[in-house]
């Protein structure tokens, strides 16, 4: 699932810039809470709070298991 649906094109990006998508596990109770935590971390809206590069996310997916 997409994280925000609009009716127009508009209305996506008023929804990117300002609305905060639901967390994947309050959509879907089987996702585990610590996936759900680095899916709202790479959803961020100030990049400073996103994973930096592509090494940062496979070692974070590597603890995770």
Do not use: C, N, W, Y
């Amino acid at each position: 699932r997409v994280p925000f649906e609009a009716g127009s094109t508009v209305s996506l990006i008023a929804k990117l810039l300002a609305a905060h998508p639901a967390p994947p596990e309050a959509l879907s109770p089987d996702v585990p809470p610590a996936l759900s935590a680095l899916i709202m971390r790479l959803l961020a809206k100030k990049p400073e709070d996103r994973v930096q590069t592509a090494t940062e996310l496979v070692a974070i997916l590597r603890r995770m298991g």
